[in-house]
Protein backbone atom coordinates (compact mmCIF):
# COMPACT_ATOMS: atom_id res chain seq x y z
CA UNK A 1 0.00 0.00 0.00
CA UNK A 2 2.84 2.49 0.82
CA UNK A 3 4.45 1.64 -2.16
CA UNK A 4 1.36 2.45 -4.18
CA UNK A 5 1.04 5.82 -2.59
CA UNK A 6 4.36 6.92 -3.33
CA UNK A 7 4.18 5.87 -6.96
CA UNK A 8 0.69 7.70 -7.44
CA UNK A 9 2.36 10.79 -5.93
CA UNK A 10 5.63 10.60 -7.99
CA UNK A 11 2.90 10.13 -11.12
CA UNK A 12 1.09 13.15 -9.59
CA UNK A 13 4.25 15.36 -9.36
CA UNK A 14 5.44 14.46 -13.11
CA UNK A 15 1.86 15.29 -14.15
CA UNK A 16 2.04 18.76 -12.36
CA UNK A 17 5.29 19.15 -13.87
CA UNK A 18 4.16 18.83 -17.88
CA UNK A 19 1.04 21.33 -16.74
CA UNK A 20 3.83 24.00 -15.73
CA UNK A 21 6.01 22.90 -18.42
CA UNK A 22 3.10 23.14 -21.16
CA UNK A 23 2.03 26.32 -20.05
CA UNK A 24 6.19 27.67 -20.35
CA UNK A 25 6.01 26.69 -23.94
CA UNK A 26 3.14 27.93 -25.57
CA UNK A 27 2.47 30.85 -23.06
CA UNK A 28 5.60 32.02 -22.73
CA UNK A 29 8.23 30.90 -25.06
CA UNK A 30 5.64 31.09 -27.96
CA UNK A 31 3.86 34.65 -28.44
CA UNK A 32 -0.31 33.11 -28.13
CA UNK A 33 -1.59 36.50 -28.81
CA UNK A 34 0.09 36.84 -32.35
CA UNK A 35 -0.73 33.32 -33.33
CA UNK A 36 -4.42 34.58 -32.46
CA UNK A 37 -3.99 37.79 -34.09
CA UNK A 38 -2.58 35.81 -37.35
CA UNK A 39 -5.48 33.89 -37.33
CA UNK A 40 -7.83 35.20 -40.38
CA UNK A 41 -10.11 31.91 -39.81
CA UNK A 42 -11.40 34.70 -36.74
CA UNK A 43 -12.70 38.06 -36.84
CA UNK A 44 -11.23 40.54 -35.12
CA UNK A 45 -13.94 40.99 -32.42
CA UNK A 46 -13.67 36.94 -31.59
CA UNK A 47 -9.64 37.37 -31.59
CA UNK A 48 -10.11 39.99 -29.08
CA UNK A 49 -12.68 38.06 -27.18
CA UNK A 50 -10.47 35.22 -27.10
CA UNK A 51 -7.28 37.59 -25.79
CA UNK A 52 -9.62 38.54 -23.36
CA UNK A 53 -11.14 35.14 -21.93
CA UNK A 54 -7.58 33.16 -21.98
CA UNK A 55 -6.08 36.38 -20.14
CA UNK A 56 -3.51 36.86 -22.27
CA UNK A 57 -2.83 40.49 -21.34
CA UNK A 58 -2.65 39.84 -17.50
CA UNK A 59 0.64 39.30 -15.21
CA UNK A 60 1.93 35.70 -16.33
CA UNK A 61 1.12 34.72 -12.34
CA UNK A 62 -2.66 35.23 -13.54
CA UNK A 63 -2.84 33.65 -16.77
CA UNK A 64 -1.03 30.45 -15.34
CA UNK A 65 -3.85 30.10 -12.95
CA UNK A 66 -6.52 30.92 -15.55
CA UNK A 67 -4.51 28.08 -17.37
CA UNK A 68 -5.01 25.63 -14.47
CA UNK A 69 -8.28 26.36 -13.84
CA UNK A 70 -9.59 25.84 -17.64
CA UNK A 71 -6.97 22.68 -18.11
CA UNK A 72 -8.48 20.85 -14.82
CA UNK A 73 -12.01 21.72 -15.56
CA UNK A 74 -11.24 19.97 -19.35
CA UNK A 75 -11.43 23.40 -21.62
CA UNK A 76 -8.91 23.11 -23.63
CA UNK A 77 -8.99 26.25 -25.64
CA UNK A 78 -10.71 25.90 -29.17
CA UNK A 79 -9.22 24.56 -32.02
CA UNK A 80 -7.96 27.12 -34.70
CA UNK A 81 -9.21 25.42 -37.88
CA UNK A 82 -12.27 23.71 -37.30
CA UNK A 83 -13.46 26.27 -34.61
CA UNK A 84 -14.49 23.01 -32.60
CA UNK A 85 -13.23 22.80 -28.70
CA UNK A 86 -10.03 20.63 -28.91
CA UNK A 87 -11.20 18.49 -26.70
CA UNK A 88 -14.02 17.36 -28.47
CA UNK A 89 -11.64 16.71 -31.54
CA UNK A 90 -9.17 14.67 -29.72
CA UNK A 91 -12.14 12.63 -27.98
CA UNK A 92 -13.66 10.98 -31.48
CA UNK A 93 -9.86 10.72 -32.90
CA UNK A 94 -9.25 8.49 -29.73
CA UNK A 95 -10.86 5.76 -30.42
CA UNK A 96 -10.29 5.56 -34.06
CA UNK A 97 -6.59 5.44 -32.83
CA UNK A 98 -6.80 3.27 -30.02
CA UNK A 99 -8.11 0.64 -32.23
CA UNK A 100 -5.33 0.93 -34.64
CA UNK A 101 -2.15 0.78 -31.99
CA UNK A 102 -4.09 -1.31 -29.65
CA UNK A 103 -4.71 -4.21 -31.56
CA UNK A 104 -1.18 -3.63 -33.23
CA UNK A 105 0.25 -3.77 -29.56
CA UNK A 106 -1.55 -6.92 -28.65
CA UNK A 107 -0.23 -8.86 -31.50
CA UNK A 108 3.23 -7.61 -31.46
CA UNK A 109 3.15 -8.78 -27.90
CA UNK A 110 2.07 -11.82 -28.59
CA UNK A 111 4.22 -13.04 -32.23
CA UNK A 112 7.02 -11.23 -30.69
CA UNK A 113 7.03 -12.88 -27.06
CA UNK A 114 7.13 -15.91 -29.14
CA UNK A 115 10.11 -15.32 -31.67
CA UNK A 116 12.03 -14.29 -28.22
CA UNK A 117 11.13 -17.67 -26.96
CA UNK A 118 12.18 -19.38 -30.46
CA UNK A 119 15.49 -17.06 -30.24
CA UNK A 120 16.25 -17.11 -26.72
CA UNK A 121 15.98 -21.17 -26.22
CA UNK A 122 17.88 -21.84 -29.50
CA UNK A 123 20.99 -19.26 -29.03
CA UNK A 124 23.57 -19.49 -31.87
CA UNK A 125 21.04 -21.73 -34.66
CA UNK A 126 19.92 -20.65 -37.31
CA UNK A 127 16.54 -19.77 -36.63
CA UNK A 128 17.89 -17.33 -33.88
CA UNK A 129 20.26 -15.54 -36.35
CA UNK A 130 17.44 -15.32 -38.59
CA UNK A 131 14.76 -13.82 -35.86
CA UNK A 132 17.14 -11.47 -34.15
CA UNK A 133 19.00 -9.75 -37.66
CA UNK A 134 14.90 -9.37 -38.92
CA UNK A 135 14.41 -7.63 -35.20
CA UNK A 136 17.54 -5.11 -35.88
CA UNK A 137 16.39 -4.44 -39.61
CA UNK A 138 12.80 -3.84 -38.75
CA UNK A 139 14.06 -1.49 -35.36
CA UNK A 140 15.82 0.32 -37.91
CA UNK A 141 13.54 1.20 -40.38
CA UNK A 142 11.39 4.45 -39.76
CA UNK A 143 7.72 2.76 -39.66
CA UNK A 144 5.94 5.03 -41.86
CA UNK A 145 9.01 4.09 -45.17
CA UNK A 146 7.79 -0.09 -44.43
CA UNK A 147 4.22 1.23 -44.59
CA UNK A 148 4.86 3.44 -48.05
CA UNK A 149 6.46 -0.14 -49.44
CA UNK A 150 3.63 -2.16 -47.92
CA UNK A 151 0.55 0.79 -49.98
CA UNK A 152 2.88 0.42 -52.96
CA UNK A 153 3.06 -3.66 -53.24
CA UNK A 154 -0.20 -4.88 -51.08
CA UNK A 155 -2.44 -1.83 -51.80
CA UNK A 156 -1.35 -0.49 -55.12
CA UNK A 157 -0.14 -3.07 -56.90
CA UNK A 158 -1.92 -6.30 -55.87
CA UNK A 159 -5.14 -4.34 -54.65
CA UNK A 160 -5.41 -6.92 -51.60
CA UNK A 161 -5.92 -3.79 -49.39
CA UNK A 162 -7.40 -0.39 -49.58
CA UNK A 163 -5.19 2.94 -49.77
CA UNK A 164 -6.14 4.74 -46.67
CA UNK A 165 -9.33 6.47 -45.24
CA UNK A 166 -11.34 4.66 -42.34
CA UNK A 167 -13.98 3.56 -44.91
CA UNK A 168 -14.71 3.85 -48.68
CA UNK A 169 -15.27 7.34 -49.73
CA UNK A 170 -19.31 8.22 -50.17
CA UNK A 171 -20.18 4.69 -49.30
CA UNK A 172 -23.28 5.07 -46.92
CA UNK A 173 -22.38 1.52 -44.45
CA UNK A 174 -24.11 0.85 -41.51
CA UNK A 175 -24.30 -2.33 -39.46
CA UNK A 176 -22.12 -5.16 -40.26
CA UNK A 177 -20.81 -4.14 -43.82
CA UNK A 178 -19.99 -0.53 -41.86
CA UNK A 179 -17.67 -3.01 -39.37
CA UNK A 180 -16.02 -5.31 -42.16
CA UNK A 181 -15.35 -2.34 -44.23
CA UNK A 182 -13.59 -0.60 -41.25
CA UNK A 183 -11.88 -3.53 -40.05
CA UNK A 184 -10.75 -3.98 -43.66
CA UNK A 185 -9.14 -0.61 -43.76
CA UNK A 186 -7.41 -0.99 -40.61
CA UNK A 187 -5.35 -3.92 -41.59
CA UNK A 188 -2.88 -2.90 -43.25
CA UNK A 189 -1.92 -0.25 -40.89
CA UNK A 190 -2.28 -2.41 -37.66
CA UNK A 191 0.15 -5.00 -40.03
CA UNK A 192 2.69 -2.40 -40.19
CA UNK A 193 2.52 -0.86 -36.70
CA UNK A 194 2.72 -4.95 -35.60
CA UNK A 195 5.79 -5.19 -38.05
CA UNK A 196 7.18 -1.94 -36.45
CA UNK A 197 6.74 -2.99 -32.22
CA UNK A 198 7.62 -6.64 -33.03
CA UNK A 199 11.39 -6.57 -32.60
CA UNK A 200 11.42 -5.18 -29.05
CA UNK A 201 9.76 -7.62 -27.89
CA UNK A 202 12.13 -10.14 -29.79
CA UNK A 203 14.98 -8.16 -28.25
CA UNK A 204 13.26 -8.66 -24.15
CA UNK A 205 12.30 -11.60 -24.02
CA UNK A 206 15.32 -13.37 -26.14
CA UNK A 207 17.83 -11.51 -23.70
CA UNK A 208 15.60 -12.19 -20.47
CA UNK A 209 15.23 -15.88 -21.61
CA UNK A 210 19.05 -16.28 -21.73
CA UNK A 211 19.56 -14.44 -18.56
CA UNK A 212 16.97 -16.70 -16.70
CA UNK A 213 18.35 -20.00 -19.01
CA UNK A 214 21.45 -19.56 -16.73
CA UNK A 215 20.06 -19.59 -13.57
CA UNK A 216 20.44 -22.25 -11.13
CA UNK A 217 16.97 -23.19 -10.75
CA UNK A 218 16.82 -23.68 -14.32
CA UNK A 219 19.76 -26.36 -14.07
CA UNK A 220 18.06 -27.80 -11.37
CA UNK A 221 14.93 -28.57 -13.56
CA UNK A 222 17.20 -29.66 -15.71
CA UNK A 223 19.42 -32.21 -14.22
CA UNK A 224 15.93 -33.80 -12.37
CA UNK A 225 15.30 -34.63 -16.01
CA UNK A 226 12.56 -32.49 -16.58
CA UNK A 227 12.04 -32.77 -20.46
CA UNK A 228 13.11 -29.90 -22.30
CA UNK A 229 9.53 -27.73 -23.24
CA UNK A 230 8.48 -28.45 -19.61
CA UNK A 231 11.74 -26.64 -18.49
CA UNK A 232 11.11 -24.11 -20.74
CA UNK A 233 7.42 -23.04 -19.99
CA UNK A 234 7.26 -24.36 -16.66
CA UNK A 235 10.19 -22.58 -15.30
CA UNK A 236 12.02 -20.27 -18.02
CA UNK A 237 9.69 -18.24 -19.71
CA UNK A 238 7.32 -17.58 -16.59
CA UNK A 239 9.94 -16.05 -14.91
CA UNK A 240 11.56 -14.24 -18.41
CA UNK A 241 7.99 -12.77 -18.75
CA UNK A 242 8.97 -9.89 -16.44
CA UNK A 243 10.46 -7.25 -18.96
CA UNK A 244 8.08 -7.77 -21.06
CA UNK A 245 4.68 -7.14 -18.60
CA UNK A 246 6.75 -3.77 -18.13
CA UNK A 247 7.38 -2.94 -22.20
CA UNK A 248 3.35 -3.83 -23.08
CA UNK A 249 2.23 -1.28 -20.14
CA UNK A 250 4.78 1.36 -21.30
CA UNK A 251 4.00 1.18 -25.33
CA UNK A 252 0.05 1.02 -23.88
CA UNK A 253 1.06 4.48 -23.32
CA UNK A 254 2.40 5.11 -26.44
CA UNK A 255 -0.86 4.03 -27.94
CA UNK A 256 -2.01 7.50 -28.10
CA UNK A 257 1.30 8.72 -29.72
CA UNK A 258 2.25 5.77 -31.32
CA UNK A 259 1.25 6.25 -34.85
CA UNK A 260 1.35 9.32 -36.23
CA UNK A 261 3.03 8.76 -39.12
CA UNK A 262 1.32 5.78 -39.70
CA UNK A 263 -2.15 7.85 -39.11
CA UNK A 264 -0.76 10.29 -41.42
CA UNK A 265 0.11 7.77 -44.08
CA UNK A 266 -3.08 5.95 -44.07
CA UNK A 267 -5.35 9.32 -43.56
CA UNK A 268 -7.03 7.44 -40.75
CA UNK A 269 -8.96 9.54 -38.54
CA UNK A 270 -6.91 9.57 -35.22
CA UNK A 271 -5.04 11.52 -32.99
CA UNK A 272 -1.48 11.37 -35.17
CA UNK A 273 -3.73 12.49 -38.23
CA UNK A 274 -4.87 15.70 -36.32
CA UNK A 275 -1.42 15.80 -35.45
CA UNK A 276 -0.39 16.65 -38.58
CA UNK A 277 -3.25 18.62 -39.48
CA UNK A 278 -2.56 21.03 -36.72
CA UNK A 279 1.33 21.00 -37.42
CA UNK A 280 0.17 21.90 -41.81
CA UNK A 281 -2.20 24.53 -40.09
CA UNK A 282 -0.34 25.95 -36.85
CA UNK A 283 -2.65 25.25 -34.64
CA UNK A 284 -1.05 25.52 -31.32
CA UNK A 285 -4.05 24.84 -29.31
CA UNK A 286 -4.67 21.31 -31.11
CA UNK A 287 -0.44 20.36 -30.41
CA UNK A 288 -1.06 21.93 -26.94
CA UNK A 289 -3.75 19.80 -26.43
CA UNK A 290 -2.76 16.54 -27.80
CA UNK A 291 0.53 16.98 -26.00
CA UNK A 292 -0.69 17.30 -22.92
CA UNK A 293 -3.54 13.85 -23.27
CA UNK A 294 -0.50 11.89 -24.77
CA UNK A 295 1.58 13.03 -21.15
CA UNK A 296 -0.96 12.18 -19.15
CA UNK A 297 -1.89 8.59 -21.31
CA UNK A 298 1.80 7.99 -20.85
CA UNK A 299 2.30 8.99 -16.72
CA UNK A 300 -0.30 6.39 -16.45
CA UNK A 301 0.79 3.98 -18.14
CA UNK A 302 3.54 3.82 -16.44
CA UNK A 303 2.41 4.00 -12.68
CA UNK A 304 0.61 1.04 -13.78
CA UNK A 305 3.76 -0.81 -15.31
CA UNK A 306 5.11 -0.05 -11.83
CA UNK A 307 2.45 -1.23 -9.55
CA UNK A 308 2.09 -4.50 -12.08
CA UNK A 309 5.86 -5.24 -11.57
CA UNK A 310 5.81 -4.54 -8.06
CA UNK A 311 2.56 -6.83 -7.53
CA UNK A 312 4.11 -9.55 -10.04
CA UNK A 313 7.77 -9.64 -8.69
CA UNK A 314 7.94 -10.50 -5.00
CA UNK A 315 11.81 -9.22 -4.79
CA UNK A 316 10.44 -6.13 -5.66
CA UNK A 317 7.61 -6.18 -3.34
CA UNK A 318 9.34 -7.54 -0.17
CA UNK A 319 12.63 -6.00 -0.54
CA UNK B 1 27.86 -8.82 -8.02
CA UNK B 2 29.86 -9.19 -4.70
CA UNK B 3 31.51 -5.56 -3.59
CA UNK B 4 34.96 -5.58 -4.30
CA UNK B 5 37.80 -3.25 -4.07
CA UNK B 6 38.31 -2.98 -7.62
CA UNK B 7 35.97 -3.82 -10.31
CA UNK B 8 37.16 -5.13 -13.31
CA UNK B 9 37.97 -2.32 -15.80
CA UNK B 10 37.91 -2.60 -19.39
CA UNK B 11 41.67 -2.36 -20.98
CA UNK B 12 41.19 0.69 -22.65
CA UNK B 13 39.65 2.38 -19.22
CA UNK B 14 43.44 1.03 -17.73
CA UNK B 15 45.14 2.60 -20.59
CA UNK B 16 43.52 6.31 -19.85
CA UNK B 17 43.58 6.40 -16.41
CA UNK B 18 46.91 5.20 -17.25
CA UNK B 19 47.95 8.38 -19.52
CA UNK B 20 48.89 11.34 -18.90
CA UNK B 21 47.37 13.28 -21.90
CA UNK B 22 44.64 15.70 -21.76
CA UNK B 23 41.12 14.41 -21.98
CA UNK B 24 41.39 14.88 -25.88
CA UNK B 25 44.32 12.88 -26.23
CA UNK B 26 42.94 10.12 -23.78
CA UNK B 27 39.45 10.39 -25.56
CA UNK B 28 41.95 9.50 -28.90
CA UNK B 29 43.90 6.72 -27.25
CA UNK B 30 40.74 5.04 -26.33
CA UNK B 31 39.45 5.36 -29.62
CA UNK B 32 42.06 3.75 -31.56
CA UNK B 33 42.22 0.85 -29.25
CA UNK B 34 38.77 0.94 -29.82
CA UNK B 35 38.73 0.89 -33.69
CA UNK B 36 40.94 -1.98 -33.32
CA UNK B 37 38.58 -4.30 -30.89
CA UNK B 38 35.17 -3.17 -33.21
CA UNK B 39 37.20 -4.05 -36.60
CA UNK B 40 37.38 -7.52 -34.95
CA UNK B 41 34.12 -8.39 -34.28
CA UNK B 42 32.42 -8.79 -37.88
CA UNK B 43 29.15 -6.97 -37.49
CA UNK B 44 31.34 -4.05 -35.81
CA UNK B 45 33.40 -4.05 -39.50
CA UNK B 46 30.77 -4.01 -41.67
CA UNK B 47 28.94 -1.02 -39.84
CA UNK B 48 31.93 0.80 -39.96
CA UNK B 49 32.45 0.40 -44.20
CA UNK B 50 28.90 1.06 -44.66
CA UNK B 51 29.24 4.22 -42.10
CA UNK B 52 32.47 5.21 -44.16
CA UNK B 53 30.90 4.93 -47.52
CA UNK B 54 28.04 6.90 -46.29
CA UNK B 55 30.62 9.67 -45.12
CA UNK B 56 32.14 10.25 -47.91
CA UNK B 57 28.98 10.30 -49.52
CA UNK B 58 27.83 13.52 -47.36
CA UNK B 59 31.51 15.03 -47.96
CA UNK B 60 31.17 14.58 -51.54
CA UNK B 61 27.63 13.66 -52.72
CA UNK B 62 26.97 17.42 -54.03
CA UNK B 63 30.32 17.28 -56.30
CA UNK B 64 29.38 13.62 -58.23
CA UNK B 65 26.12 14.17 -58.28
CA UNK B 66 24.45 14.62 -61.83
CA UNK B 67 22.87 17.54 -61.38
CA UNK B 68 22.26 20.49 -58.97
CA UNK B 69 18.63 19.26 -57.66
CA UNK B 70 18.37 22.86 -55.46
CA UNK B 71 18.77 24.68 -59.40
CA UNK B 72 15.73 25.56 -60.88
CA UNK B 73 17.11 24.02 -64.32
CA UNK B 74 16.92 20.86 -62.54
CA UNK B 75 13.26 20.73 -62.91
CA UNK B 76 12.19 19.05 -66.36
CA UNK B 77 8.77 17.94 -67.50
CA UNK B 78 10.14 14.20 -67.19
CA UNK B 79 7.95 13.77 -64.34
CA UNK B 80 8.61 9.91 -62.35
CA UNK B 81 10.26 8.71 -65.26
CA UNK B 82 11.40 4.78 -64.26
CA UNK B 83 15.44 4.59 -64.10
CA UNK B 84 16.98 5.37 -67.43
CA UNK B 85 20.76 5.92 -68.44
CA UNK B 86 20.20 9.77 -68.04
CA UNK B 87 18.42 9.22 -64.47
CA UNK B 88 19.83 5.99 -62.70
CA UNK B 89 17.22 6.49 -60.07
CA UNK B 90 14.43 7.76 -62.37
CA UNK B 91 12.90 11.53 -61.62
CA UNK B 92 11.11 12.60 -58.81
CA UNK B 93 7.43 14.57 -59.33
CA UNK B 94 8.90 17.62 -60.87
CA UNK B 95 11.25 16.19 -63.10
CA UNK B 96 14.51 16.16 -61.03
CA UNK B 97 17.08 13.20 -61.19
CA UNK B 98 16.66 11.51 -58.00
CA UNK B 99 20.03 9.79 -57.45
CA UNK B 100 21.06 13.90 -57.05
CA UNK B 101 18.64 14.45 -54.31
CA UNK B 102 19.38 11.27 -52.55
CA UNK B 103 23.11 12.51 -52.70
CA UNK B 104 22.73 15.80 -51.68
CA UNK B 105 20.47 14.71 -48.99
CA UNK B 106 22.82 12.27 -46.95
CA UNK B 107 24.05 15.20 -46.27
CA UNK B 108 21.32 16.59 -44.30
CA UNK B 109 20.79 13.43 -42.55
CA UNK B 110 24.05 12.94 -41.55
CA UNK B 111 25.07 16.25 -40.05
CA UNK B 112 21.83 16.45 -38.25
CA UNK B 113 21.88 13.00 -37.16
CA UNK B 114 25.88 13.66 -35.70
CA UNK B 115 24.88 17.22 -34.38
CA UNK B 116 21.82 16.24 -32.39
CA UNK B 117 23.79 12.99 -30.45
CA UNK B 118 26.35 15.60 -29.81
CA UNK B 119 23.82 17.67 -28.24
CA UNK B 120 22.15 15.00 -26.73
CA UNK B 121 25.70 13.94 -25.12
CA UNK B 122 26.76 16.91 -23.98
CA UNK B 123 23.70 17.30 -21.87
CA UNK B 124 23.31 13.89 -21.11
CA UNK B 125 26.91 13.84 -19.40
CA UNK B 126 26.25 17.24 -17.67
CA UNK B 127 23.02 16.07 -15.93
CA UNK B 128 24.51 12.88 -15.50
CA UNK B 129 27.87 13.63 -14.02
CA UNK B 130 26.59 16.34 -11.64
CA UNK B 131 23.83 13.92 -10.45
CA UNK B 132 26.22 11.11 -10.07
CA UNK B 133 28.88 13.40 -8.66
CA UNK B 134 27.43 16.54 -6.43
CA UNK B 135 24.26 13.43 -5.12
CA UNK B 136 21.59 15.05 -2.51
CA UNK B 137 19.29 17.68 -3.67
CA UNK B 138 21.09 18.13 -7.27
CA UNK B 139 21.16 14.19 -7.59
CA UNK B 140 17.23 14.84 -6.64
CA UNK B 141 15.87 17.72 -9.08
CA UNK B 142 18.37 16.58 -11.44
CA UNK B 143 16.41 12.63 -11.30
CA UNK B 144 13.15 14.32 -11.69
CA UNK B 145 13.86 16.30 -15.16
CA UNK B 146 15.26 13.24 -16.29
CA UNK B 147 12.49 10.72 -15.14
CA UNK B 148 10.19 13.33 -17.06
CA UNK B 149 12.24 13.34 -20.73
CA UNK B 150 12.26 9.79 -20.26
CA UNK B 151 8.70 9.14 -19.21
CA UNK B 152 7.47 12.21 -21.93
CA UNK B 153 6.14 10.85 -25.25
CA UNK B 154 8.97 11.82 -26.92
CA UNK B 155 7.57 12.46 -31.00
CA UNK B 156 4.74 15.07 -29.66
CA UNK B 157 7.61 16.78 -27.96
CA UNK B 158 9.61 17.02 -30.58
CA UNK B 159 6.65 18.55 -32.99
CA UNK B 160 5.83 20.97 -30.26
CA UNK B 161 9.07 22.29 -30.23
CA UNK B 162 10.28 22.38 -33.76
CA UNK B 163 6.17 24.37 -34.05
CA UNK B 164 7.18 26.55 -30.82
CA UNK B 165 10.52 27.30 -32.91
CA UNK B 166 8.95 27.63 -36.05
CA UNK B 167 8.75 31.56 -36.27
CA UNK B 168 13.03 31.55 -35.22
CA UNK B 169 13.68 28.59 -37.73
CA UNK B 170 12.50 31.06 -40.49
CA UNK B 171 14.38 34.21 -39.90
CA UNK B 172 17.79 32.07 -39.16
CA UNK B 173 19.50 30.90 -42.29
CA UNK B 174 19.90 27.68 -41.31
CA UNK B 175 16.77 27.74 -38.80
CA UNK B 176 14.99 24.90 -39.71
CA UNK B 177 18.35 22.68 -39.43
CA UNK B 178 19.37 24.00 -36.22
CA UNK B 179 15.21 23.48 -34.88
CA UNK B 180 15.44 19.80 -35.67
CA UNK B 181 19.20 19.33 -34.45
CA UNK B 182 18.51 21.34 -31.22
CA UNK B 183 15.05 19.65 -31.22
CA UNK B 184 16.06 16.12 -31.86
CA UNK B 185 19.11 16.62 -29.25
CA UNK B 186 16.78 17.98 -26.19
CA UNK B 187 14.12 15.11 -26.55
CA UNK B 188 17.11 12.35 -26.58
CA UNK B 189 19.23 13.34 -23.54
CA UNK B 190 17.73 11.61 -20.85
CA UNK B 191 18.40 8.01 -21.73
CA UNK B 192 22.39 8.57 -21.39
CA UNK B 193 22.16 10.36 -18.31
CA UNK B 194 20.70 7.77 -16.63
CA UNK B 195 24.01 5.54 -17.83
CA UNK B 196 26.21 8.11 -17.15
CA UNK B 197 24.63 8.98 -13.35
CA UNK B 198 24.61 5.28 -12.70
CA UNK B 199 28.79 5.04 -13.74
CA UNK B 200 29.86 8.19 -11.75
CA UNK B 201 28.12 6.69 -8.74
CA UNK B 202 30.48 3.75 -8.93
CA UNK B 203 33.70 5.21 -9.74
CA UNK B 204 33.13 7.86 -7.13
CA UNK B 205 33.13 5.14 -4.68
CA UNK B 206 36.79 4.84 -5.43
CA UNK B 207 39.44 4.82 -3.68
CA UNK B 208 41.29 7.21 -5.77
CA UNK B 209 38.60 9.92 -5.83
CA UNK B 210 38.89 9.90 -1.69
CA UNK B 211 42.34 9.71 -1.94
CA UNK B 212 42.25 13.38 -4.40
CA UNK B 213 39.28 15.11 -1.99
CA UNK B 214 41.86 14.50 1.15
CA UNK B 215 44.45 15.92 -0.72
CA UNK B 216 42.14 19.15 -1.46
CA UNK B 217 41.51 18.85 -4.72
CA UNK B 218 38.54 20.86 -6.35
CA UNK B 219 35.14 19.55 -7.64
CA UNK B 220 35.83 20.79 -11.15
CA UNK B 221 39.80 18.67 -11.03
CA UNK B 222 38.38 15.49 -10.02
CA UNK B 223 35.29 15.60 -12.47
CA UNK B 224 37.54 16.75 -15.60
CA UNK B 225 41.02 14.24 -14.43
CA UNK B 226 39.18 11.04 -12.86
CA UNK B 227 35.53 11.05 -13.20
CA UNK B 228 35.38 11.91 -16.75
CA UNK B 229 37.97 9.80 -18.25
CA UNK B 230 36.24 6.92 -16.61
CA UNK B 231 33.04 7.57 -18.24
CA UNK B 232 33.73 8.60 -21.25
CA UNK B 233 34.29 5.45 -23.23
CA UNK B 234 30.42 4.82 -21.96
CA UNK B 235 29.33 7.79 -23.22
CA UNK B 236 30.70 7.48 -27.14
CA UNK B 237 29.11 3.92 -27.23
CA UNK B 238 26.60 5.39 -25.93
CA UNK B 239 26.04 8.74 -28.29
CA UNK B 240 27.31 6.25 -31.31
CA UNK B 241 24.23 4.44 -30.54
CA UNK B 242 22.12 7.67 -30.54
CA UNK B 243 23.25 8.74 -33.79
CA UNK B 244 20.93 5.88 -34.88
CA UNK B 245 17.95 7.05 -33.43
CA UNK B 246 18.56 10.71 -33.99
CA UNK B 247 18.92 9.87 -38.15
CA UNK B 248 15.45 8.46 -37.30
CA UNK B 249 13.97 10.79 -35.96
CA UNK B 250 15.37 13.54 -38.08
CA UNK B 251 13.55 11.00 -40.96
CA UNK B 252 10.12 11.04 -39.52
CA UNK B 253 9.88 14.83 -38.42
CA UNK B 254 10.90 15.84 -42.18
CA UNK B 255 8.40 13.02 -43.00
CA UNK B 256 6.07 14.60 -41.05
CA UNK B 257 6.68 18.01 -43.22
CA UNK B 258 9.16 19.82 -39.99
CA UNK B 259 11.85 19.96 -42.26
CA UNK B 260 14.02 22.52 -43.95
CA UNK B 261 11.98 22.63 -47.26
CA UNK B 262 14.98 23.81 -48.95
CA UNK B 263 17.18 21.52 -48.05
CA UNK B 264 17.23 17.96 -49.41
CA UNK B 265 17.36 15.30 -46.53
CA UNK B 266 16.13 11.27 -47.03
CA UNK B 267 13.04 12.32 -44.93
CA UNK B 268 12.16 14.83 -46.87
CA UNK B 269 12.32 13.11 -50.09
CA UNK B 270 9.92 10.38 -48.57
CA UNK B 271 7.61 13.54 -47.91
CA UNK B 272 7.68 14.67 -51.12
CA UNK B 273 7.24 10.77 -52.37
CA UNK B 274 3.73 10.89 -50.31
CA UNK B 275 2.56 14.07 -51.39
CA UNK B 276 2.69 13.43 -54.75
CA UNK B 277 1.27 9.92 -54.71
CA UNK B 278 4.37 7.98 -55.97
CA UNK B 279 2.94 4.12 -54.35
CA UNK B 280 -0.18 5.08 -56.24
CA UNK B 281 1.89 5.28 -59.31
CA UNK B 282 4.00 2.78 -58.79
CA UNK B 283 7.01 5.09 -58.96
CA UNK B 284 9.40 2.77 -56.46
CA UNK B 285 12.67 4.65 -57.86
CA UNK B 286 11.39 7.82 -55.59
CA UNK B 287 11.30 6.17 -52.02
CA UNK B 288 12.72 2.83 -51.97
CA UNK B 289 15.94 4.64 -52.11
CA UNK B 290 15.52 6.91 -49.32
CA UNK B 291 14.29 4.70 -47.45
CA UNK B 292 17.18 1.86 -48.06
CA UNK B 293 20.13 4.77 -47.49
CA UNK B 294 18.04 5.45 -43.77
CA UNK B 295 18.08 1.81 -42.98
CA UNK B 296 21.75 1.21 -44.40
CA UNK B 297 22.90 3.76 -42.01
CA UNK B 298 20.88 3.42 -38.91
CA UNK B 299 21.67 -0.41 -38.68
CA UNK B 300 25.24 0.35 -39.29
CA UNK B 301 25.68 2.91 -36.56
CA UNK B 302 23.59 0.47 -33.90
CA UNK B 303 25.95 -2.35 -35.15
CA UNK B 304 29.04 0.11 -34.44
CA UNK B 305 27.30 0.88 -30.76
CA UNK B 306 26.72 -2.73 -29.63
CA UNK B 307 30.33 -3.79 -30.84
CA UNK B 308 31.45 -0.37 -28.56
CA UNK B 309 29.33 -1.23 -25.77
CA UNK B 310 30.43 -5.00 -25.81
CA UNK B 311 34.11 -3.52 -25.19
CA UNK B 312 33.07 -0.72 -22.60
CA UNK B 313 31.09 -3.15 -20.67
CA UNK B 314 33.40 -6.45 -20.06
CA UNK B 315 29.89 -7.82 -18.83
CA UNK B 316 28.15 -8.00 -21.64
CA UNK B 317 31.19 -9.94 -23.46
CA UNK B 318 30.77 -12.69 -21.02
CA UNK B 319 27.35 -13.19 -21.65
CA UNK B 320 28.55 -14.32 -25.60
Not at chain 2, 169 to 189: D, E, M, R, Y
Amino acid sequence: MRVVLSKSLVALGTLVFVLVFNFFLFRVASDPELDIRRNNRLTPQQQEALIEERGLREPVFTQFRIYIGDTLTGDFDTSYTSGRPVLTEIREALPNTILLVGSATVLAALIGTWLGVVAGSRRGTTSDTVITQGSLILYSMPEFWLGMVMIWLLASTIGAFPTGLKTDPGADLTGLSYVINVLQHAALPIIVLTLGLLGQYVVIMRSALTDVMNEDFVTTARAVGLPRHRVLRGHAVRNALLPTVTLIALNLGFVVSGAITIEALFSWPGIGQLTVEAIDANDIPMLQGIFLVTSVAVIFANLVADLAITYLDPRIRVG
Amino acid sequence: MATRGKEPLAPQTTAILAGSKGVFGRLSTSASRSFHLIVKSKSGLIGLVILAFFTLIAIFGPLIAPQDPMASSSYSSDILAPPSTAHWLGTDNIGRDVLSELLYGARISMIVGFAAALVSAVIGSLVGISAGYFGGWTERILTVIDDWFLVIPFLPLAIVLSQVLDDWAKSAPFGSTLVLIVVIGLTGWAGTSRIIRSQVLSVKERMFIERAQALGASHAWIIRRQILPNVLPLIFANTVLIIAIAILTESTLSFLGLGDPNKFSWGGMLNAANDSGAMALGAWWFFIPPGVCIVLVVISFTMVGYAIEEIVNPKLRERK
